[in-house]
């Protein structure tokens, strides 16, 4: 297991993206040492803001996280990366593969555009987790993204494919949304807001916009494999998506294909 | 001129000197407000590329409510001019829009060209002040965000709801349009709204002609827009701290930097009227603002220089929100002894020739 140790708190944001286990096998800890993280005329470089401990296994931990530190896992495409600590903006952004934990909270954008592999948030994550950055085609692209805390708003913003799974979301979850799966078990207002595709289960939510409309309660063999597929991520998901459900269509003002579930009682 | 340091009158070189040293001692600086003519807007890109700094706009939020949209799903645009010459059916979304010089203007006349020539002109707004000064039929606006409205609207124009409403209505009556534009504010219909609406506005065209018109503000965004595209190829939120320009929106938004700490020196440039921001003054910071705005005082920075203003003191390319393209401005008044342009350069020099000893 290979280590880097955040020796205090950054002076300005840095950016992890290619800091990965891979990346990293084929270098000495020299050379990881001088790997170029800062975005500032500063010029920091890995060894300057963390110590460095290299055993070229696949499996990556950073100990102390912070805000600050930015696209941490954007590009993993295998092994394990664990911060201990909080992470900025861009956590796992166009991830393809491995796992990728983060015991603290993560900034905005968390998920953006990842195509593959498990993210886990234990923490909170902020606005646009598992959206789409600017100017993206999609949000959250096949990957699947847990966030044990709260999530801000615009959860799953323009999502493609994929599973997220969030203890709470902020309003607009779900908004854009062409396709995949998002399950919260509270929500703001507005969910769904202009989404195409897709399937929203909602255990509580604010103001449900005019252009959702109300389909009836359903048996069905979909809901049966949610919950399933749900009861590995989070038990207490997989309980609201196996309680009585509520269904609504829309979003009526797009393609209206989509969906959202929420507790009958 | 006038130009204060640390709250003291001062003369133009000891005040660009002082800004010059206060900038090179910062390692995180951002070069915001970019309200003012092109020359200055190009000189402050330029200083922030030798800077290693950040830049930002007075009229950020609007702007990328629009790029956003824009980058996602297209605009269907048209011009003020065509608006008043062709339009039949206008509708006004939002507040904001009854401010704009051009509503009266649409209000008072009628299509004069195109194939509505000689109709008269339908004014139909939802969540308008309705205080009746201008003529108009006005729709309910759901609770919540405007962009709601919009969305409740296309259903119906969609066909995707269905019943007698007051957006049934509506959606009849911009179907009948022979040339419609919808009128908006960006900042205020916002990105999810706006991306609604050109969603809309396609669904029209299918059987129609209709536009939209996004009405810029008193800030220069469109223009700054266009010139930090030729200049760097990117929006205007942009960083030079790796030595290249990164446009990322949420990473250089000046007043987040500055309440994260991240930012540590700030030069604001407004040489055009512009709100100055509450945390100007929470970091060392350089004002150049226009010569007699309520900004050219000496507390309103560590050090403020007074230029000329385009279009009175000075001449400029500035957004000629009229024609919808960049025109010269000529000066109307006496000519101001500086320019923004001119400030810029000089502690853009200043700093070159530290760097070169």
Redesign the interface.
């Known amino acids: 297991m290979s280590v880097l140790t955040l020796r205090e708190a950054p002076p300005e944001r840095l950016d992890l993206l290619n800091i990965t286990p891979l990346a990293l096998s084929g270098l000495s800890e020299a050379e990881v040492a001088r790997l170029p993280i800062g975005t500032t005329r500063r010029g920091l470089s890995l060894g300057d803001c963390f110590t460095v401990k290299l055993d070229r296994s696949d499996s990556l931990v950073i100990e102390g996280g912070s805000e600050r530190l930015d696209q941490v896992g954007a590009a993993l495409s295998e092994g394990t990366i664990r911060v201990a600590g909080d992470v900025g903006q861009r956590l796992g952004e166009g991830m393809a593969g491995g796992s990728l934990t983060v015991e603290g909270a993560a900034g905005p954008f968390a998920g953006a555009g990842a195509t593959g592999g498990l993210i886990t948030i234990e923490g909170d994550a902020g606005d646009h987790a598992g959206g789409a950055v600017y100017a993206a085609k999609a949000g959250l692209d096949g990957a699947t993204l847990i966030i044990r805390g709260r999530a801000g708003d615009h959860l799953g913003d323009r999502m493609r494919r994929g599973v997220i799974v969030a203890g709470e979301a902020g309003a607009f979850a779900g908004s854009r949304m062409i396709a995949g799966t998002l399950a919260a078990l509270k929500t703001g207002d507005h969910p769904g807001f202009g989404m195409r595709r897709g399937t929203l289960l909602v255990g509580a939510h604010g103001a449900l916009g005019p252009t959702f409309v109300e389909t009836g309660t359903h048996d069905l063999v979909f809901l049966r494999l949610l919950v399933r597929s749900l009861r590995a991520l989070s038990p207490a998901h997989a309980d609201l998506a196996a309680g009585a459900l509520r269904r609504y269509s829309g979003d009526l003002a797009t393609l209206g294909k989509g969906e959202i579930w929420t507790a009958a009682a | 001129m006038a130009a204060w340091v640390k709250g003291g009158a001062t003369d133009a070189e000891t005040a660009i000197a002082a800004a010059a040293t206060l900038l090179a001692a910062a390692?995180?600086p951002v070069v915001a407000g970019l309200c003012a003519e092109l020359a200055a807007v190009r000189a402050a890109i330029h200083l922030a590329g030798t800077?290693?700094a950040s830049l930002d706009t007075a009229g950020a939020a609007g702007t990328?409510a629009e790029?956003?949209a824009l980058?996602?799903t297209g605009a269907m645009l048209t011009t003020p001019a065509e608006a008043l010459g062709r339009a039949d059916t206008v509708l006004v979304l939002g507040a904001a829009p009854w401010d704009a010089p051009i509503l009266p203007a649409l209000a008072a006349g009628a299509p004069t060209r195109g194939r509505a020539a000689g109709t008269e002109r339908a004014l139909l707004s939802i969540g308008g002040p309705g205080n009746g000064a201008t003529r108009h039929v006005a729709y309910p606006q759901?609770?919540?965000?405007l962009?709601?409205s919009?969305?409740?609207l296309?259903?119906f124009a969609?066909g995707?709801?269905a019943g007698e409403s007051a957006y049934a209505d509506l959606a009849r009556r911009l179907f009948a349009a022979q040339y419609g534009v919808a009128v908006y504010d960006p900042a205020e219909l916002g990105e999810?709204g706006i991306?609604?609406l050109q969603?809309l506005v396609k669904d029209l065209n299918e059987t129609t002609r209709f536009f939209t018109l996004p009405l810029s503000g008193p800030n220069q965004d469109r223009a700054v827009v266009q010139l930090s595209a030729w200049t760097t190829g990117q929006a205007p939120r942009l960083?030079f701290?790796?030595?290249l320009p990164e446009?990322?929106?949420?990473?250089f938004d000046s007043a987040r930097q500055v309440r994260a700490g991240?930012a540590d020196a700030a030069l604001w440039l407004a040489s055009l009227p512009s709100p100055r921001p509450d945390w100007l003054g929470r970091l060392p910071s350089v004002a150049i603002v226009g010569e007699g705005s309520p900004d050219a005082v000496a507390d309103a920075a560590e050090i403020v220089i007074a230029v000329g203003v385009p279009g009175e003191s000075t001449g400029g390319a500035l957004w000629n929100e009229g024609r919808a393209t960049v025109t010269y401005q000529p000066a109307t008044g006496a000519p101001a002894e500086l320019t923004a342009a001119d400030v810029l350069g000089r502690i853009r020099d200043r700093l070159t020739d530290q760097k070169g000893a």
């Open positions: 390692r995180a800077l290693g990328y790029l956003g980058s996602r759901e609770s919540g965000a962009a709601l919009v969305a409740h296309r259903a969609k995707h709801l999810l991306e609604m969603g960083g701290g790796r030595g446009h990322d929106p949420w990473r991240e």
